[in-house]
């Protein structure tokens, strides 16, 4: 990543590194990889049918599938024999983490310690049931509500609410 993007800031590499290697993206590789179905393949036992088609589809499973795949391949052929594919197999999502990809909420977090202030989430809304929840939640500064985010998890209702939060305070989030 250092050589790939020698312009962008210790930060935002480490922000970029973050995405890629978080347990969405391992499991989005895993999936397209196949390591689902192969564990479908090759696990068996005492393991019911139902559970075990329930398991191959977790994310976090999938993930730790992938980072043991990984650590097999190093173990047996070493660094320089498996970059190129693993570099290959992450490069979506290398590329999106640099062009697109914005933590807000650690952008606003990181702009506003450097004035000593902190953000506050507050949950304002959830609708919908257990299964479809929808969640509206505000980001507040120094007691000023400065954004309102709307998502299908507390989560992404909380980067809308911060994305809208940085544009309040006019600060641009950090690209390469």
Not at 10 to 22: P, Q, T
Not at 28 to 47: I, P, T, Y
Not at 80 to 104: L, Q
């Amino acid at each position: 990543m250092f050589d790939r993007f020698a312009a962008a800031s210790e930060g935002r590499l480490a922000k970029i590194r973050a995405h890629v290697v978080s347990r969405q993206s391992c499991a989005s590789v895993a999936k397209e990889l196949g390591l689902g179905q192969r564990l479908l393949e090759f696990a068996g036992g005492d393991v019911p049918s139902d559970e075990l088609q329930r398991i191959s589809r977790s994310r976090n499973v999938l993930a730790a599938v992938l980072e043991a795949a990984i650590a097999a391949v190093y173990l047996e052929h070493g660094f320089e024999a498996i970059e190129p594919a693993i570099v290959a197999a992450f490069s979506e999502r290398i590329e999106y983490a640099r062009s697109s990809h914005v933590d807000y909420k650690t952008e606003l977090q990181e702009a506003l310690a450097r004035s000593g202030k902190q953000v506050h989430y507050t949950v304002l809304e959830v609708e919908g049931p257990p299964h479809d929840r929808r969640f509206v939640c505000a980001a507040h500064v120094a007691g000023a509500q400065l954004g309102i985010g709307r998502g299908s998890t507390k989560k992404a209702a909380e980067q809308e609410a911060a994305a809208q939060a940085l544009e309040e305070l006019g600060v641009e989030p950090e690209r390469i």
